[in-house]
C-alpha cells in the first residue's frame, strides 16, 4: 500500500473521504451479517494520511449477504463454496451487475469455456487487466453500452444519410 504516484504501489488510497467511509460501512456490514473476516477491515496504521483502507477479505460469505451482492468499489473481496462448476457459475450470474469477473484455472480451453458462460462485460482468464483497445459492455446495472475500443465511440457518433 502506499502513494498511487509510486509505480511500487499494487494498492492506493480510495479516491475520497466518503468513498473510505463507504467502504468501511460495507466491511461493518459484512461483520454484522455474520460473515467470516480473514483479514484486513481497518485503516493501515501505517498510513495516517491519505483515504486508505487495507485489503480485506471475508470467507465462507452468504451469497445473499450484501457485501455479496453489491458493487464495494473498494479492496474487500469475498470468498463463497460452491459444490461444482455449474453452482459457481450460477453464483457469479446471480447478480444485477455485469462489470467484470475471472475465471482461474489450469487449463485455459476449460476457462475460456466457462467465461462464455458468464453474464458479465469483461472476463479474464488467470488475471484482471482491461484491455483498453477492446470493447467491453458493462451489463445490468454496471452500466450502459459499450466502452473502450473503437466500437466505444458509437455512442458519440451520428450517422446521417442525406440523398439529393
Known sequence: MGSSLDPSTDIGP???????????????QGLAEGDRLLVGGSRPKEHEHGWFVEPTVFADVDPS???????????????????????????????????????WTTDDEHGLQVAQRLNTG?????HFLPDHHSPMEALGASGVGVKLGPEGLASYQHFQTIQL
Open 65 to 103: 449477504h450484501v457485501i455479496a451482492r453489491e458493487e464495494i468499489f473498494g479492496p474487500v473481496v469475498t470468498i463463497t463454496p460452491y459444490a461444482d462448476e455449474g453452482e459457481a457459475v450460477a453464483l457469479a450470474n446471480d447478480s444485477e451487475y455485469g462489470l467484470a469477473g475471472t475465471v
Open 14 to 28: 480510495l479516491v475520497s473521504q466518503a468513498q473510505r467511509r463507504r467502504v468501511e460501512g460495507y466491511i461493518a
Open 122 to 126: 469483461n472476463v479474464g482468464i488467470n
